[in-house]
């Protein structure tokens, strides 16, 4: 598993526990080799990003009860892929995102200028 930094240097903080997030389930945006998608930027998703990521592929609203996936709503955080947050800040619909828990490797994606303009803090 790739080391606990996040974007700004420091330790890299817990995104969500419920709903429970990450590629791991442990609630961090960690990331490692079989984690083709790259789960690494805490958001906090809005109905616009949601929409956006339906729309593209990838229907985040729909509970999946045999996986244990609840379907997010509004407000909830989770730790996206770093290639669709970049899709969606290109298209003007970005989830804001939780520095504190977005993982560094999301800078290889994403500007931290562009995460910056984008930065709420943690819990909602």
Known sequence: MADGKNVLGGELAPCSKDPLTGFYRD??????????????????VTDEFLAFSKRTGNDLSTPVPQYGFPGLKDG???CVCAERWKEAYDAGVAA?????????????????DALKKHAVKGSP
């Open 76 to 78: 909830d955080q989770w």
């Open 27 to 44: 609630g961090c945006c960690r990331t490692g080799p079989e984690d083709r998608g790259l789960h690494i930027i805490c958001t906090r």
């Open 96 to 112: 804001p995102v939780v520095l504190e828990a977005t993982h560094v490797s999301a800078l290889e994606f994403v500007s931290l």
